[in-house]
């Protein structure tokens, strides 16, 4: 006989008939009543077995998670709670999971200590959860730009450039560590290396990705990419991806127009596509709150948010009106922030969370950012007053995360580009073929960065990056 998923059997229940589901039990009551899931979809299916049957020595085998395939046939559920149920006719057992040694058990398990059995851990409702829309979210961002005309690249991954300046690369090599060729001056020898250069990981995909858009005029890049920055935080990954559209033409107000329908349609496909995978992370949260202090419970559901945010126009400001309106703010004249609050200081996540939740109550687009501490590819905005130049950048501030998407216009003008290259102290030479991109037809163009685990722990509401990403890697952590 051939298996049916159990998404199939739950939409479409086929009754009367006999079936053969495969899964791993999720729990066994009363020696009757398994509950199987096999990863189709979040439901599981209710199998009742007649414990007359079989022996006991076999049903014990029939424990939390281990694998069961069941013959049988489906009949309308007596019980409440489900519609239809197996009348088991036929267990096998494809693979036992000793419970006295299984490090699961059926009962609520610490996020931390799931992190540490990553190989089962996606066998749980939680993160059985957040991976299926992990899935769909992805989905729906290839769907939204191919229907809308835009080309996917594929950027590498082994780059010789810094695309963000920040120097915050993984370097790629296959020298001696211990003992590498040295130049007649006692310099490492990278022309002696696998590349003949110096080379690192990727830390974006943009600087290509100008190049396609400069050709294709809308493209967008879907990639994994690499930050050796040290922040052990909830945010923080050292391997994460990105989606980066670059579109010819486009100026900054395109480009924020473009990142906030964007990020809608995603939040939008979840709502439409997975209530039965949300409404269990949202119940999930509202469990994990009562045992939160009131003022630390969050104003909204998981769903409330979601809606809020696709409901809602973006407040958009400048970063100048971002100073001041934070200047002006409780928790400044009490001494509450940490971080300084000045004209070229950087915003940091104590302000971002304090314009999104407390000022505007919605998620803020903040745009032209001080020249000094942005990335060299930034477009300088005209007419600032010296000392106090900006660049075209634009950041979209969501609640509890912060940061979710960076982009810019790009700075076009191959004299002031040439003017940031060499006064950021970047060697022209890595960049060549950048730079030559504004001598031989060029034109205006602008382009985003999503990180996709940010929105992906924005959607289901979970706390830590680490969990909704299947093997994270950051600072100490490569494990599985
Ligand atoms: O703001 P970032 O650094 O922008 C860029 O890399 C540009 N090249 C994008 C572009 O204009 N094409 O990074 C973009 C986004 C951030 O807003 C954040 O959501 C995410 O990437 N991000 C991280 N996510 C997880 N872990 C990290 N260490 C991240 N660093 C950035
Ligand atoms: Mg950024």
Not at 89 to 97: R, Y
Request: aromatic share 12%; hydrophobic share 40%.
């Amino acid at each position: 006989m051939k298996r049916t998923e159990i998404t199939d059997i739950l939409k479409t229940p086929p009754i009367g008939t006999q079936v053969l589901v495969k899964g791993w039990v999720r729990a066994f009551r009363a020696n009757r009543f398994i509950s199987l899931n096999d990863g189709s979809c979040f439901n599981n299916l209710q199998c009742v077995v007649d414990f007359e049957k079989y022996d006991e020595a076999f049903l014990k085998k029939i424990s939390f998670h281990s694998c069961v395939a069941i013959t049988g046939k489906l009949v309308e559920s007596q019980g409440a709670g489900q519609t239809v149920e197996i009348m088991v006719e036929n267990i096998e057992l494809l693979g036992a999971c000793p419970p006295d040694q299984y490090p699961l058990q059926p009962k609520r398990m610490t996020m931390e200590y799931l992190r540490e059995k990553a190989h089962f851990r996606m066998r749980t409702n939680t993160f059985s959860a957040v991976f299926r829309i992990r899935h769909a979210i992805a989905f729906a961002v290839h769907k939204y730009f191919n229907d809308r005309g835009y080309y996917y690249m594929n950027t590498p991954i082994i780059t010789g450039s810094d695309a963000e300046g920040a120097g915050e690369m993984f370097q790629v090599t296959t020298l001696d560590i211990g003992n590498p060729p040295r130049t007649e001056e006692g310099e490492i020898d990278y022309k002696k290396d696998f590349f003949g250069k110096a080379t690192n990981l990727t830390v974006s995909g943009q600087l290509q990705g100008e190049i396609a858009a400069l050709a294709l005029g809308k493209i967008y890049t879907f990639g994994p990419t690499f930050r050796a920055e040290n922040s052990n935080t909830p945010r923080h990954l050292a391997e994460f991806w990105m989606i980066e559209p670059e579109v010819a033409f486009f100026d900054i107000f395109d480009n924020m127009d473009l990142a906030e329908d964007f990020v809608k349609y995603l939040i939008n496909h979840i709502l439409d596509n997975y209530p039965d995978d949300l409404a269990f992370l949202d119940n999930r949260i509202k469990q994990a709150e009562k045992n939160r202090k009131q003022e630390l419970r969050r104003p909204m559901s998981l769903v409330e948010m979601l809606r809020f945010v696709v409901d809602n126009d973006f407040e958009r400001i400048t970063y100048t009106e971002a100073i001041r309106i934070l200047q002006n703010s409780k928790p400044y004249k009490k001494g509450k922030f940490e971080f300084p609050v000045e004209w070229g200081k950087d915003l940091q996540s104590e302000h971002e969370r304090y314009l999104v939740e407390k000022k505007f109550k919605k998620p803020v687009v903040v745009r032209d950012y001080p020249k000094a501490f942005k990335a060299f590819y930034m477009r300088e905005n005209d007419g600032t007053e010296p000392g106090k130049e900006t660049v075209a950048a634009m950041d979209i501030l969501f609640p509890f995360i912060g940061e979710v998407i960076g982009g810019s216009q790009r700075e076009e003008r191959y004299d002031k580009l040439i003017e940031r290259v060499k006064a950021q102290g970047i060697p022209e030479e890595e960049l060549w073929w950048y730079l030559e991109l504004r001598k031989f037809g060029g034109c205006p163009h602008a382009g985003f960065g999503l990180g996709f685990e940010r929105m992906v722990q924005f959607i289901t509401g979970i706390s830590n990056i680490r969990d909704v990403i299947a093997f994270p890697r950051a600072t100490g952590t490569a494990e599985f």
